[in-house]
């Protein structure tokens, strides 16, 4: 049998969305944060995309993502691997977005204070799903500096929805944003099954809907690995 055939299947698979507003630093951070090469489908912006995105706070813009990032991050001592799919910004790939977000444990909302509303979309996409998410304030050198309170009274997230200042470009911080969303989803996961109903015992040879479902970790990471 061929290497390529061999996988390590002691780390457990997680899906994860990096989403947000046109330009707000997606690709970006899957690219800082991703131990492989990260696949960008990035095509250069032309005309047409002028009267519905707005290039203000990125000028030097040249190229957009068109369908997907996408890159992986392992977190050896958890025994997890984050499979990590960044949506494009522009509105006319947002069709994309159910596919990308579909088996997922959870989103990262990435926001820029400079344009504020144009996350707007991206959380109340998750917020209707029921899809647990953090969201990361990617600090712009000219952006004024909100602290994450005054940003999550902005986006009126639910209390236990994390807001972490982050910038997309640096590893460690965008790392940090990834093991806070795992945190979450797990506590989220945890509060879900204790709250719900108990289930009767399956019938003999039926699948449980659990067995069915995304694996959610057993334990949350709770340091940098
Ligand atoms: N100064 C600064 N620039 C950043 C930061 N994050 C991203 N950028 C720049 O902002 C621009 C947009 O970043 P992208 O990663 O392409 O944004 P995106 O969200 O993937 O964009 P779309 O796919 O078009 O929606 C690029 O020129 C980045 O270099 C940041 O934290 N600080
Ligand atoms: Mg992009």
């Known amino acids: 049998m061929s290497d390529y055939a061999i996988s390590d299947d002691s780390f457990v698979p997680l899906k994860i969305v990096i989403a947000g507003g046109f330009g707000v ?66 509105k006319r790939f947002w069709f994309m977005w159910d596919h990308l977000a579909s088996g997922a444990i959870g989103a990262v909302v990435l926001a820029d204070t400079r344009r504020l509303a144009d996350c707007f979309a991206a959380v109340e996409y998750f917020e209707r799903r029921g899809l647990p998410f953090v969201v990361g304030i990617n600090e712009f050198d000219d952006a004024y500096h909100y602290t994450p309170e005054e940003v999550k009274a902005a986006l009126h997230l639910r209390s236990d929805t994390p807001v972490m200042c982050c910038d997309a470009r640096a590893t460690s911080s965008a790392r940090h944003l990834l093991i806070k969303l795992v945190e979450h989803a797990h506590a989220r996961s945890v509060a879900a099954r204790a709250a719900a109903p108990a289930e009767p015992a399956p019938e003999a040879g039926a699948a449980s809907a659990s067995e069915s479902a995304q694996p959610v970790p057993t334990s949350p990471p709770r340091s940098p690995a």
């Open 25 to 90: 630093g997606k690709t970006t951070m899957v690219g800082a944060v991703s131990e492989i090469p990260p696949l960008t489908t990035e095509e250069t912006l032309t005309a047409a995309s002028v009267d519905h995105d707005s290039l203000d706070g990125v000028p030097e813009k040249d190229a957009t993502t068109v369908a997907m990032d996408f890159g992986r991050i392992t977190l050896s001592a958890h025994r997890m691997m984050l499979l990590l799919f960044g949506t494009p910004g522009q």
